[in-house]
């Protein structure tokens, strides 16, 4: 199974968002607080990714609460 991510920054409705559909959709990930690792965010605004929260994993990123993305995630991870 591919490893999720989810990097949220505190008080992200967006961030809880995709938490709460990823758990309905069955999609195991694990959380990243972005406060608490402002290095990752320099990383991510170098590619472009510039608000939280930022979903990765193996062949997939993106940014904010998409849900065609989602869904694509979940196909991806077998969900």
Known sequence: MKKVILYTTPNCMACRSVARTFEKKGIVFDTIN?????ELIEQFKEVGLTSAPIVQTEGLTFSGYR???IEQLARLVGA
Do not use: I, S
Not at 34 to 38: K, N
């Open 67 to 69: 849900p065609a993305k």
């Open 34 to 38: 972005l406060e608490q690792h402002p």
